[in-house]
């Protein structure tokens, strides 16, 4: 080898100097010439000549008997690659301590922070009341919880989906993984995240808001907590995966969160729209979380609304002055004025419904992941 280079013009070698070290020197440092061209010179050489005989002589006496194949890609099993990949995964979302603490600490002072407003309401007795104005304020905190929680989710996942994506672009590229099981491992380390964060949400908002009812309606509104979380945090997957860099994806996240935010029936009420913009109510995913959450939570609730004197639900209730003294008001329970609030537009028979539609928008967004990791390479590899 160094009497190769030396009879190419490279610098002689020194003695005890590291052939290893004076080869890269010889092409590679800054004192090298940069007029040499080495590759020429090696395809010109005895040396090239030799190894394309000795390929060209085993290509035609090569036995088809003696080819060796592989039935996959890869060395071991689907199945045991999706598991080590989740395994793997699910171990550095635990070691990523600063990652899930500052999401579980944010949602729990977010959760204290709005059931506060209520706080007091725990301690009412049932021949108290709550004005019009009290029982909106309480709906609109349910929807400020479920797009504030919603978009910090969003926000979070995404420069960790990012990481992820490009890691594992590079792993593919040296043939070491595939994208299915990469998907699992994406969805399945954020998922108990997910169910932990919904979970204590909910207790600490039920907690200071006094809406700790029964053990049907708490589950549901983790559930509903738990299905619009998850649709926001994979679709924050799904849009890192389909195009290539975060400002991009900002743009995305807008759409989402905007589109959520106004048709979801509190800011814009569901009697309010008209024409083509009932579209936007039936396809974004906040709307059947807050139908389901405030007709499961509210229908349980014994506190009555007054209402006010010839308001729209003292009129919706069929109150009349006459039928009234100074000493009586005219009242409804919560679940009335929830079904007033919304024009009617939301019930509590669209349970399956709710539940039904979340969970097609979590299965549109980890269709929308496995695909994109399997036809998109954002990352020069």
């Given at each position: 080898?160094?009497?190769?280079?030396?009879?190419?013009?490279?610098?002689?070698?020194?003695?005890?100097?590291?052939?290893?070290?004076?080869?890269?020197?010889?092409?590679?440092?800054?004192?090298?010439s940069?007029h040499?061209?080495?590759?020429?010179?090696?395809?010109?050489?005895?040396?090239?000549?030799?190894?394309?005989?000795?390929i060209?002589s085993?290509?035609?006496?090569?036995?088809v008997?003696?080819?060796?194949?592989?039935?996959?890609?890869?060395?071991?099993?689907?199945?045991?690659?999706?598991?080590?990949?989740?395994?793997?995964?699910?171990?550095i979302?635990?070691r990523?301590?600063?990652?899930?603490?500052t999401?579980i600490?944010?949602?729990?002072l977010y959760?204290s922070l709005?059931?506060s407003?209520?706080i007091s309401?725990?301690?009412?007795k049932?021949?108290?009341?709550?004005?019009?104005d009290?029982?909106?304020?309480?709906?609109?905190?349910?929807?400020?919880?479920?797009?504030?929680?919603?978009t910090?989710?969003?926000?979070?996942?995404?420069?960790?989906?990012?990481?992820?994506?490009?890691?594992?672009y590079?792993?593919?590229?040296?043939?070491?993984?595939?994208?299915?099981?990469?998907?699992?491992?994406m969805?399945?380390?954020?998922l108990?995240?997910?169910?932990?964060?919904?979970?204590?949400?909910?207790?600490?908002?039920?907690?200071?808001?006094?809406?700790f009812?029964?053990?049907?309606?708490?589950?549901?509104?983790?559930?509903?907590?738990?299905?619009?979380?998850?649709?926001?945090?994979?679709f924050?997957?799904?849009?890192m995966c389909?195009v290539?860099?975060?400002?991009?994806?900002?743009a995305?996240?807008?759409?989402?969160?905007?589109?959520?935010?106004?048709?979801?029936?509190?800011?814009?009420?569901?009697?309010?729209?008209?024409?083509?913009?009932?579209l936007?109510?039936?396809?974004?995913?906040?709307?059947?979380?807050?139908?389901?959450?405030?007709f499961?939570?509210?229908?349980?609730i014994?506190?009555?609304?007054?209402?006010?004197?010839?308001?729209p639900?003292?009129?919706f209730?069929?109150?009349?002055?006459?039928?009234?003294?100074?000493?009586?008001?005219?009242?409804?329970?919560?679940?009335?004025?929830?079904?007033?609030?919304?024009?009617?537009r939301?019930?509590a028979?669209?349970?399956?419904?709710d539940?039904?539609?979340?969970?097609?928008w979590?299965l549109?967004?980890?269709?929308?992941?496995?695909f994109?990791?399997?036809?998109?390479?954002?990352?020069n590899t």
């Amino acid at each position: 080898m160094v009497k190769y280079f030396e009879d190419r013009g490279a610098k002689l070698i020194e003695r005890q100097e590291n052939p290893a070290a004076w080869v890269l020197r010889t092409f590679a440092s800054e004192n090298s010439s940069h007029h040499t061209d080495w590759a020429e010179l090696y395809k010109s050489s005895e040396q090239f000549s030799i190894v394309q005989k000795q390929i060209a002589s085993i290509r035609d006496s090569s036995d088809v008997k003696n080819k060796v194949t592989f039935s996959s890609t890869f060395s071991t099993p689907m199945r045991e690659r999706i598991r080590l990949t989740c395994q793997r995964m699910s171990t550095i979302y635990r070691r990523s301590a600063p990652y899930n603490m500052t999401r579980i600490v944010v949602w729990i002072l977010y959760a204290s922070l709005l059931g506060s407003i209520f706080i007091s309401s725990g301690l009412r007795k049932e021949s108290d009341s709550w004005t019009e104005d009290q029982a909106a304020a309480l709906i609109g905190t349910v929807f400020l919880s479920l797009n504030v929680v919603g978009t910090t989710a969003m926000t979070m996942a995404i420069p960790v989906a990012k990481r992820m994506r490009d890691v594992f672009y590079k792993h593919r590229a040296s043939g070491m993984m595939g994208h299915n099981a990469v998907f699992f491992g994406m969805v399945t380390s954020e998922l108990p995240y997910l169910l932990l964060i919904s979970f204590l949400y909910v207790v600490f908002y039920c907690a200071t808001a006094g809406l700790f009812t029964n053990t049907a309606n708490f589950f549901w509104f983790i559930l509903y907590f738990f299905l619009h979380t998850s649709s926001y945090s994979y679709f924050a997957q799904c849009f890192m995966c389909l195009v290539k860099d975060e400002k991009t994806v900002g743009a995305l996240q807008g759409v989402w969160i905007g589109l959520n935010l106004f048709y979801a029936g509190f800011v814009v009420l569901p009697q309010n729209f008209f024409s083509f913009f009932w579209l936007g109510l039936w396809i974004n995913a906040s709307r059947y979380a807050l139908e389901g959450i405030t007709f499961t939570q509210f229908e349980a609730i014994s506190t009555p609304v007054e209402a006010t004197e010839r308001s729209p639900f003292w009129f919706f209730l069929g109150c009349a002055s006459d039928k009234t003294t100074e000493e009586e008001s005219c009242s409804g329970s919560m679940i009335e004025y929830t079904t007033f609030f919304f024009g009617g537009r939301f019930s509590a028979s669209n349970r399956g419904i709710d539940v039904g539609v979340l969970f097609g928008w979590i299965l549109l967004a980890l269709f929308g992941i496995w695909f994109c990791l399997k036809k998109f390479n954002y990352v020069n590899t």
